[in-house]
């Protein structure tokens, strides 16, 4: 048992009142979950709390919150983890309170939390409850996911289109096309991801990674007759495959493993097998970051429109007519990128201010690159395993060379 | 009033399979569920579904499996229609999407489960239910012009009119706290199971035996409700379930000795004999000093290959991870029996039909009864889509053939009255509904459990009367309409007391011992005086008990060894 603050922001719609903050004392064992700290606080102090939960086991998608900023599920995530988050989160907050820019910044919303609120002690710091993000707030924790989630996961056309008249028994087909789409049937429709999406901040209009990774699901399931119709509409919405920025924040958020990132990365190496045209060139925008961060280690925005348009060289010489309206039609985006702080500030986008990153780490992304292109993997759980297991290949691989392998007293004398 | 020929209330696996059925048959069809339909139990189902699909396999095999199973209290003709049904829905799910496991052919590919004499357990990782139920939302998705889905609608009470027929169902729409009276000529109940009356347990918050409530408060009948399931392996305190999958890939049950302890008391099926009996033979060995000192014992999944594990059992490598701290590739982890599964409910024929005309059941909120003493793994998936398939076309032709009815009291006065009631309780003029909730919840696993006795039942029946009272001044802290989850829960409240009642009044009167229902002051089964059912019919001064015949088409009682 150990005593915890959590500190929820509440929002009650007949009350008149605007949205404020609520610290709960709540005791429990560390092992338990966030969930299980609302539900005591719920149960012993305040009805009224609102939260919406089912299973208490990541499995029924009900419990999507932000946890000290981080979308997450609150059953899935222990309390005592989320202690030590808050402690670490306050320290830093503490150091750097100053500098509105530093990345707690961006938790601006919970800073009063940890500075302003005078607990950036670094231990016992309250734990940070808030709605999910990119959703409206109907009542506490409770998000309206019917207008945000469930109408784009209806706009992918969700339901399996087979062709004719379904085979007498099973649909034969390749164990390992079952075992690749399960990855994405996994998705509980929590929301997390999208409340975490970047790019559906900056354009509430963007499918998103919850229903796209959806419409994996069905493109990459062989019994599915529509892949390249499914495929041609994600590819020519302006919000579809190509809105996504690459930002990782959906693979980070997602409970289940379903990466929905990976899930969009793999519609887009579809659509191109399929030479389905890009006509919002979002295509070469992606291959854009790619290669300008190949090159410079960082995303160097300044270059983003330029290599998206008229890549490489010969196009800095002699951009084509289409390349400068594109160019031209972008700048909109641009500024709104700079105000919701998703680009760097202006300078920032004047060519030749980004510098490259110092000789090794340049290097290493290359190496980077170079092993992604060789291995061409993919990451699915159902297939590797755990992150633990992963790392854990990765040590036996990378101990033997290692500079700071030591041998042990006992090796040393064998 | 929203109006539909036929409504059903839950949408779950159960609810979201009348639905479609009923809607193949050309009425209008409306879905109730107080939460959003993907958020239903039946996700939680890991291991799968069970049919005999195979060649090599028989209907009549899986259809004995399961008699036995139940210690020949299921009824053999419902039995026998899941059965032989079973190869034919597996196929149907197939077709609409789901992505079961498939073998090196590329044909649906099977694992074993407990009880079962072949391994015929289909499934999708160990996410079967998740699977299944996302693509029947998928299919109501897709057919939306004819199937109206509440999404967030909590039912409240059934509806009866002058002739005795069900017509319609009081329901509150959560997002806002309206309430209105859906009309219905036919009403499915696919509500699932009452979970939370115990504690702890592996049902979610929502199973709080809604439906069974409803009927049973409107005059239907039900059936085994003595029957509850603990499963053998749950985490301890928590209630979180690692699937009989882990066993049915080869994990050992281990003592504290490190003994596999099953030898003893299921030489042939091992760990994989049914449910009653090894959650029987852990508690033995638990009660007896061979347990973890946290009252346990373990799960070793260490011995089945890592590639397998996560490729078949990759939700409890994360339940373990996540709930326990365990990483169970690398060592076994601690669990115990837990309170898991319904067997009883309100009763219905294999078409469905409860005792109330208009009045469906199906899923783990009925008892048809093809689960009788105990439930085999994997067969309670199947039980949902085959009497929800078959509720939802009877449900349908009876609304073809029906007139549009009014309740005949004014049942939407009378909730709102009741709700009133409870939202103008003074704060601390009674208990907190979480106090009695919890109180009704350790008295009923500690005293209807796993053994059970005639002092120990009787202690908690006088227990969940009196909280039965206390309830009735219990207050809630939320007086607002919108999203008001604490008034939702005092109703709910209000229907766990009631099944909580009838479980106890059905343990106290079955005087054997046969599938869940251990008495250790009658430790024997008894087909002579106990191979009936137990009805429970409610009267002013509390459940009235009757008995049914169980249907024995085939397979007659014999003694049951694993
Ligand atoms: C952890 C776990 C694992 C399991 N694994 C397996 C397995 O591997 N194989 C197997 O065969 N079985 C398994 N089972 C059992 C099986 O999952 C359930 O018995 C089955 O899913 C019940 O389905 P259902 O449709 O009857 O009810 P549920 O899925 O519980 O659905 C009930 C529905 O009713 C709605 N509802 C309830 N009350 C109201 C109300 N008042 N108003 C409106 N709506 C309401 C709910 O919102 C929900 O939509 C498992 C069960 C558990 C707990
Ligand atoms: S990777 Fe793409 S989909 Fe995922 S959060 Fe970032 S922008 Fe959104
Ligand atoms: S992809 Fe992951 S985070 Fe997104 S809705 Fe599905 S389970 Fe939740
Ligand atoms: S309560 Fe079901 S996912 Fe958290």
Not at chain 1, 378 to 385: H, T, V
């Amino acid at each position: 048992m150990a005593d915890y603050t959590i500190k929820v922001r509440r929002y009650q719609p007949e009350s008149g009142e605007p949205a404020y903050w609520e610290e709960f004392n709540v005791e429990l064992d560390p092992s338990l979950s966030v969930l299980d700290g609302l539900l005591q606080a719920k149960d012993r102090d305040d009805g009224s709390l609102a939260v919406r939960c089912s299973c208490r086991a990541a499995i029924c998608g009900s419990c999507g919150m932000k946890i000290n900023g981080k979308s997450g599920l609150g059953c899935q995530t222990q309390i005592g983890e989320a202690q030590e988050q808050a402690d670490k989160m306050a320290a830093i907050g503490g150091k750097t309170a100053a500098e509105a820019s530093s990345p707690v910044g961006a938790l601006a919303d919970n800073a009063g939390v940890h500075t302003g609120g005078g607990t950036a002690t670094a231990t016992n710091a309250p734990i940070v409850i808030e709605p999910m993000g990119n959703m409206p707030v109907i009542k506490d924790l409770v998000t309206d996911m019917e207008s945000t989630h469930w109408t784009k996961i209806r706009r992918v056309t969700p339901w399996l289109l087979p062709h004719g008249e379904p085979p007498e028994r099973e649909y034969i087909v390749e164990p390992e096309s079952m075992v690749d789409i399960t990855q994405s049937m996994a998705c509980i429709q929590c929301g997390a991801c999208v409340s975490s999406c970047l790019s559906m901040e900056a354009d509430p209009l963007f499918i998103g990674p919850a229903a796209l990774a959806k419409a994996y699901r069905f493109v990459g399931d062989p019994r599915d007759a529509e892949t390249t119709e499914r495929l041609t509409d994600l590819a020519h919405d302006p919000h579809g495959i190509y809105d996504c920025t690459h930002c990782f924040s959906c693979v980070d958020a997602c409970p289940k493993g379903v990466a929905p990132m990976d899930q969009i990365m793999r519609l887009r190496r579809k659509a191109g097998e399929n030479g389905i045209e890009d006509p919002n060139s979002g295509h070469s925008h992606e291959m854009a970051f790619v290669n300008i961060i190949e090159k410079k280690g960082t995303l160097d925005e300044s270059l983003l429109l330029q290599e998206s348009f008229a890549p490489g060289v010969l196009g800095k010489l002699m951009p084509t007519k289409r390349a400068i309206k594109e160019m031209i039609g972008s700048l909109p985006t641009a500024v709104r990128g700079i105000k919701t702080g998703k680009m760097r500030s202006l300078p920032k986008l004047i060519p030749g201010v980004h510098h490259k990153l110092p000789g090794g780490a340049q290097d290493e992304v290359k190496a980077i690159y170079k092993h992604a292109e060789e291995h061409n993997e993919e990451f699915n759980l159902y297939i590797k395993g755990e992150e633990g297991d992963a790392e854990a290949a990765v040590e036996e691989r990378l101990e033997p060379d290692s500079a700071d392998y030591l041998p042990t007293a006992g090796e040393k004398e064998a | 009033m929203p109006s539909h020929d036929v409504l059903v209330i839950g949408a779950g696996l159960a609810g979201q399979r009348a639905a479609l059925a009923a809607a193949e048959q050309g009425v209008s069809v409306g879905i109730v569920s107080k939460v959003h339909p993907v958020r239903s139990h039946s996700n939680a189902a890991q291991g799968g579904i069970n049919a005999a699909l195979n060649p090599d396999d028989t209907w009549e095999s899986h259809a004995f499996d399961t008699v036995k199973g139940s210690d020949y209290l299921g009824d053999q003709d419902a039995i026998e229609i899941m059965a032989r049904e079973a190869p034919e829905e597996i196929l149907h799910m197939e077709h609409l999407g789901v992505t079961f496991h498939r073998n090196e052919e590329g044909k649906l590919g099977t694992r074993a489960f407990g009880g079962a004499s072949a391994a015929r357990t289909y499934y999708v990782a160990d996410i079967t239910g998740q699977a299944i139920m996302h693509v029947l939302y998928e299919q109501l998705m897709k057919y939306s012009e004819q199937i109206t889905r509440y999404e967030e609608w909590f039912s409240s009470s059934l509806a009866i009119d002058e002739n005795g027929e069900c017509c319609g169902v009081v329901t509150r729409n959560v997002a806002d706290g309206s309430m209105e009276l859906f009309q219905a000529k036919s009403v499915i109940l696919a509500t699932g199971g009452s979970g939370q009356i115990w504690k702890p347990t592996t049902n979610a918050l929502i199973c709080t035996g809604d439906g069974i409530a409803m009927a049973y408060r409107v005059g239907a009948k039900l059936m085994d409700m003595e029957m509850i399931q603990y499963h053998p392996t749950t985490l301890a305190g928590k209630g979180f379930l690692i699937t009989e999958g882990a066993r049915g890939e080869g994990a050992l049950l281990l003592n504290k000795n490190g003994e596999r302890f099953m030898e003893k008391y299921a030489p042939n099926k091992m760990e994989l004999a049914s449910r009653d009996v090894v959650s029987r033979a852990e508690q033995t060995e638990i009660n007896e000093g061979r347990g973890f000192p946290d009252g346990t014992v373990a799960l070793d999944i260490t011995v089945v290959p890592k590639k397998r594990i996560h490729e078949a059992l990759r939700e409890i490598v994360l339940v373990g991870r996540d709930f326990a701290g365990v990483d169970i590739t690398r060592e076994p982890i601690h669990i115990k029996p837990g309170n898991h599964y319904t067997m009883g409910g309100v009763k219905t024929d294999v078409e469905g039909r409860t005792d109330i005309p208009g009045l469906y059941a199906a899923g783990e909120v009925a008892c048809v009864s093809v689960h009788g003493g105990n439930r085999l793994g994997a067969n309670s998936l199947l039980d949902t889509l085959i009497f929800g398939k078959h509720s939802g076309r009877d449900a349908a032709a009876r609304a073809l053939r029906t007139d549009w009815s009014k309740p005949s009291g004014k049942v939407l006065e009378d909730e709102q009255a009741m709700i009133d009631d409870i939202s103008g309780r003074e704060k601390g003029s009674g208990r907190r509904v979480s106090e009695i909730k919890l109180e009704l919840g350790q008295t009923m696993d500690a005293k209807v459990a796993v053994f059970r006795d005639e002092a120990g039942i009787t202690e908690a029946l006088e227990t969940v009367r009196r909280l039965k009272e206390e309830a009735k001044t219990a207050y809630i802290d939320d007086h607002g309409s919108i999203f008001n989850q604490d008034l939702l829960g005092a109703i709910e409240l209000g229907y766990m007391l009631d099944v909580a009642e009838c479980s106890c009044i059905g343990a106290l009167e079955r005087k054997e011992s046969r599938g869940a229902q251990y008495r250790t002051d009658y430790p024997e089964r008894n087909d002579e005086e106990w191979l009936k059912h137990i009805n429970l019919e409610k009267t002013e001064d509390g459940p009235e008990i009757s008995y049914s015949e169980v249907t024995i088409t085939q397979w007659q009682p014999e003694a049951r060894t694993y």
